[in-house]
């Protein structure tokens, strides 16, 4: 699993609450704490579970030995330790949670169940369901085209970085952090932090001209990977380097000619807000 490659998905909406989840090992794992929050509306959820994992041990319930301790953003943007659960586990889990929420959170697992399943048989749907999630947030259709090739392009980026010697979270951060700093000037929880984001994707927040280089950037790289057939860490993160630095010359030559900053603190919540006020 790597930091952005499936960050479009990485995060499922229950009755408009977040709910973190990874793919690994062919199955969705999902976040024990957000869940509990959802059911139980805690305030401080973490705590509830390590309550509950104490009394289901006590009880010899096996379900909590099926957790399994995955890397997911937290709040404050960073990549940390999170007890996950599959569906089957989640399940069990919920019936140990008294919550009135049970019943239609089990019918929302079996649907996200079923979207994987057809999307497996079908890949052109998850790209469907993707651009019809953007549509309903107000994107225009020219940035969903743009955000849909980044995305392309990020996965085939990161399947090459896997291939190559990337082995770790940690080295796919470090790697996307150097075409960031090289395009940009700034690295993804700098960029976050200018935009004024904490959990969101950055992606999300990008402007057209931001998405064009971020996919010159993570394009270069690519081809520079394979034409010089790179492997090891130190190799990409050069490579990842070039790459960016390419994208940044661009960006540069360009902000030149504009006489402004293509680097924006604008992100879309901030202009959806604007549209209303128009």
Not at 6 to 27: G, V
Request: proline share 3%; aromatic share 8%; with cysteine.
């Amino acid at each position: 699993m790597n930091a952005d490659s499936n960050n479009s998905k990485s995060i499922a909406l229950f009755e408009q609450s977040a709910i973190r989840r990874e793919w690994y090992d062919n199955r969705w794992y999902y976040s024990v704490t957000d869940i509990i929050s959802v059911l139980t509306e805690s305030l401080d959820p973490l705590a509830y579970w390590r309550k509950l994992k104490e009394r289901l041990k006590s009880e010899g319930n096996e379900s909590v030995t099926k957790c399994h301790g995955l890397k997911m953003i937290a709040n404050d943007g960073k990549y940390r330790l999170t007890d996950t659960a599959d569906s089957e586990t989640v399940l069990r889990l919920i019936q140990s949670v008294p919550s009135p929420k049970a019943e239609p959170f089990k019918m929302w697992l079996a649907r996200l169940g079923k979207e994987r399943i057809d999307e497996i048989q079908d890949p052109e749907l998850a790209t469907k369901r993707t651009r019809a999630m953007y549509k309903s947030k107000g994107y225009s259709d020219s940035w969903i085209e743009k955000r849909l090739r980044g995305i392309a392009i990020r996965e085939e980026l990161t399947d090459e970085w896997k291939n190559r010697g990337a082995t770790e979270q940690k080295d796919y951060e470090i790697l996307t952090a150097e075409i960031s700093k090289a395009t940009f000037g700034v690295t993804p929880s700098e960029y976050k932090q200018l935009k004024g984001l904490e959990r969101e994707n950055l992606r999300d927040h990008m402007d057209d001209f931001e998405l064009i280089f971020n996919m010159l950037g993570e394009r270069s790289t690519t081809e520079i990977h394979r034409n010089e057939d790179s492997k090891g860490i130190p190799k990409l993160q050069s490579d990842a380097r070039a790459g960016g630095d390419i994208a940044g010359g661009a960006r540069k030559k360009l902000e030149e000619r504009l006489g402004r900053s293509v680097v924006s603190k604008k992100n879309f919540l901030h202009n959806a807000e604007n549209k209303k006020l128009t």
